[in-house]
Structures are given as C-alpha cells and as structure tokens.
C-alpha cells in the first residue's frame, strides 16, 4: 500500500473511502463529524440513524460504513475514536481497533484508497505524537491486497509535522 500525507480539509479529499472520526451517537458533532455531515448532507445522517436504530450507539474502535452523500468519495467509515484518560495501553488498544476495523471495512467495500483524519487528537485529547504513531504502525502493519493506497490528511500544522517525521517525508 502507498501511504500519502495531506494537510487539507478531509470533506475535499477524493477518495473511495473517507474516515469519519464520529461520536457514538453517529449523529455528527464537532471537528471532522460535524464537518463532515455538513458537507456530505442530510443523506449521512439519515443513514446514520438507521444504523443506530438496527444496532444502537457504535462502541468504541468499532466501524461503520454509509454513503459519503455530496462528498467526493463512495463511502464515510464512521469509526469511534477513544477519549484520552491517562490510561495509555487501554486508549492506544482503543485507538488501534479504529484504523484495523476502519481498514478492514474498507476492504470488504474494495475500496481501493482511503483517506484517515487524525482520529481522537481533537476535542477527545489524545496525544497527537502517540495518536500518529499508532496511526502509522496500523497502516503499515495492515496486509491488502484490495487497498492500494492510504491518505492521512492532517487539519493543522502539529499534526503534518509529526506525520512528516514519523513517515520519513
């Protein structure tokens, strides 16, 4: 797999597949939830709230899939970051299940390339350097032959540097 890094606004990225790092509720928030659901429009919700009504709230590292409504990508893989607490092995374990279960959803849609923002560093407050290197240590150590490449779009600047160092860029 071909890893790529962007700093940009993830709801612009074409991709077939772009991440969500969505809130139990599915039903948008803030950050990149709510940045994507205003931009994907009322279809992602509606869907999200199906999913809701079959399953309940989605569990924490768990993932789901829906369409990407009026976004430029085929599907949103909505994937429950963990809130950081100071319990590092339990948080990284967490955080690591979002990019497995994120991936492997994407490869049962054959999603050739897929775009990852920078999952719980946000209002959930995990550490942006801890959260990188388990985002980095997930794509590379996840084995496809479906996915072909692997977007981290960073929002701000903190976020690009790390990922420019830990992907020697």
């Given at each position: 797999m071909k890893i790529e890094l962007i700093k940009g606004d993830i709801t612009k990225i074409k991709a077939?597949?772009?991440?969500?790092?969505?809130?139990?509720?599915?039903?948008?928030?803030?950050?990149?939830?709510?940045?994507?659901?205003?931009?994907?429009?009322?279809?992602?919700?509606?869907?999200c709230m199906e999913i809701r009504n079959r399953q309940g709230k989605c569990k924490t590292?768990?993932?789901?899939?829906?369409?990407?409504?009026?976004?430029?990508?085929?599907?949103?893989?909505?994937?429950?970051?963990?809130?950081?607490?100071?319990?590092?092995?339990?948080?990284?374990?967490?955080?690591?299940?979002?990019y497995k279960n994120s991936l492997k959803l994407a490869e049962s849609l054959n999603v050739k390339t897929i775009a990852f923002p920078n999952i719980?560093?946000?209002?959930?407050?995990?550490?942006?350097?801890l959260a990188g290197e388990i985002a980095v240590r997930e794509v590379e150590n996840f084995q496809s032959e479906i996915i072909e490449k692997v977007v981290f779009v960073c929002f701000d600047d903190e976020n690009e540097m790390i990922y420019k160092r830990l992907l020697n860029l």
């Open positions: 077939d597949a772009i991440v969500n790092a969505a809130n139990s509720s599915l039903l948008g928030g803030g950050g990149v939830d709510g940045a994507i659901h205003r931009a994907g429009g009322k279809q992602i919700l509606d869907e590292g768990e993932a789901v899939v829906t369409t990407a409504g009026n976004l430029p990508a085929n599907y949103v893989i909505h994937t429950v970051g963990t809130v950081w607490n100071n319990n590092e092995e339990k948080s990284s374990e967490l955080l690591a299940n979002c719980s560093t946000g209002v959930y407050r995990f550490p942006k350097e």
